[in-house]
């Protein structure tokens, strides 16, 4: 198994809740929650029951509809699964919740009994239909988990060393050199193209075959697919989600609906976007109509981007209508040959790594009436009540006319300003360039 950060967050949720509430890992299907919720089981219980509702049988489910004897509750499933559970120092996990329901809704009695831990694992699991005829308990602490960030693909590959050092590096101010930039750059490209879906890396790992990594991931992509299509049969969630690549590559200010959908009611797209937001396999950045420290009240919900919760995920949608033989965004990313047409895999990596720090996304538009020109921040994150714009580049150009407009008209409401590129570390004016592998120590 590889070393996953959320393992951690387990561990403090284990010592501070001691048993009072339910640990709820929430998370877009094949990232990895399964796994590393087997594992924390098997290190920190002396025993535990993994039930996996994609699979139990009829006769363990039925066992959720009624919970009126919990003794009774515990006997079959120590029966079912043959494994004794220990007061205090057993857990059960209720895998991939959201196809039981009634065992969600449980999860309210069971804490309160006491005497085992509960964890579940889910996807999907806000989607109305899971959840419309059951009462939510309360005694749930949800956490999310998303695709290995670029210090977990180091570790898989063995290198636990280069990560801290680039965090003392951003930390002194003080850039790599150009070689050693290069090198990192090439690193995290690499990370870029495979990606951060536990198999899609396990993959890379065995065969060091780009081919084969892009087989996983377009298996990944067709079960997203399905999901959706299970939830909305008309094909439309699908359609949304399979045009981020090409609404992205159109430069507009927002995700262009009406191009993708017709005439659709706002209603009707809102919920549509809630859906995807729900998956965890998408990532919504809002526009903000005041940029301020308190930009989640400032978001602007009909004008928004979409961006994938997954760079591999997302260099495979760009071309999955092709054999990967045609794909030669692979080869280009990999030796920095990047068109700047295909500049937005660098937008989708921060947001990516954003989202993964637990920053909301948020973007910023400005209309400039002397240049007739309209600007835009890629993405504002909140820091210390003030807001840091970040302009993100697929190059080593310095250019940044969108933060030089956007300081113009905001600039008692700023504390640092970013250039995201591919270039070394350095500072040109009050403007930090940074190399976007850097972008995780913001």
């Known amino acids: 198994m590889f070393r996953r950060k959320i393992y951690d967050r387990m561990l403090e949720w284990k010592t501070n809740s001691n048993g009072k509430t339910a640990l709820l890992i929430e998370g877009a299907r094949r990232v990895g929650k399964s796994t590393v919720v087997e594992e924390f089981a098997r290190k920190e219980y002396e025993s535990y029951i993994l039930i996996d509702f994609s699979r139990a049988s009829k006769e363990v489910r039925s066992l959720f509809d009624d919970i009126s004897d919990i003794n009774y509750l515990f006997l079959q499933l120590q029966l079912q699964y043959k ?41 999907l699991i806000s989607i109305r239909k899971n959840v419309k005829d059951i009462l939510i308990p309360s005694e749930e602490r949800k956490i999310s988990m998303y695709p290995m960030d670029y210090e977990e693909f180091l ?21 790599l050199g150009e070689q050693l930039n290069r090198k990192q750059m090439r690193q995290f490209r690499l990370y870029m193209l495979v990606g951060g879906m536990p198999q899609a890396v396990n993959e890379y790992i065995e065969t060091n075959n780009l081919r084969k990594v892009d087989e996983v991931k377009r298996d990944i992509l067709s079960l997203y697919e399905d999901d959706f299509r299970k939830i909305d ?9 399979d045009s981020i690549p090409a609404q992205l590559n159109t430069n507009a200010s927002r995700y262009q609906t009406g191009a993708v959908l017709g005439s659709e009611s706002t209603e009707k797209i809102l919920e549509f976007i809630a859906e995807l937001k729900a998956s965890k396999t998408v990532l919504v950045s809002y526009r903000v109509n005041d940029p301020n420290a308190g930009m989640s009240n400032m978001k602007d919900i009909s004008r928004f981007k979409l961006f994938l919760c997954d760079t591999g995920l997302f260099v495979t949608l760009m071309f999955k209508d092709k054999d990967f033989t045609e794909n030669v965004v692979y080869d280009k990313l990999l030796n920095d040959k990047l068109s700047a047409n295909l500049g937005y895999l660098y937008e989708n990596m921060v947001a990516q790594t954003l989202t993964a720090k637990g920053d909301e996304l948020f973007y910023y538009t400005m209309f ?32 940044h006319k969108s933060l030089d407009v956007f300081t113009e008209k905001f600039s008692d409401r700023i504390l640092h300003r970013y250039l995201i590129y591919t270039k070394d570390m350095e500072k040109s004016g009050d403007i930090f360039c940074l190399p976007v592998y850097m972008v995780p120590f913001l």
Not at 92 to 120: T, W
Not at 155 to 175: N, S
Not at 233 to 241: Q, V
Not at 379 to 391: G, H, M, Q, S
């Open 368 to 399: 400039n009436e002397v240049s007739r020109h309209n600007y835009e921040i890629d993405f504002l994150i909140a820091r210390k009540n003030k807001v840091c714009p970040l302009e993100i580049k697929s190059s080593g150009y310095k250019t």
């Open 83 to 123: 494994t004794d559970l220990h007061e205090r120092k057993s857990v059960i996990i209720f895998d991939e919740v959201q196809l039981c329901p009634m065992a969600r809704q449980a999860i309210k009695a069971l804490v309160r009994d006491y005497r085992y831990d509960y964890i579940d694992t889910g996807s």
């Open 233 to 241: 049969t008309t094909g439309r969630l699908s359609f949304l989600f």
């Open 155 to 175: 570790w898989a590959l063995g290198d636990e060393t280069t990560f801290p050092l680039l965090g003392k590096c951003y930390e002194a101010g003080r850039g």
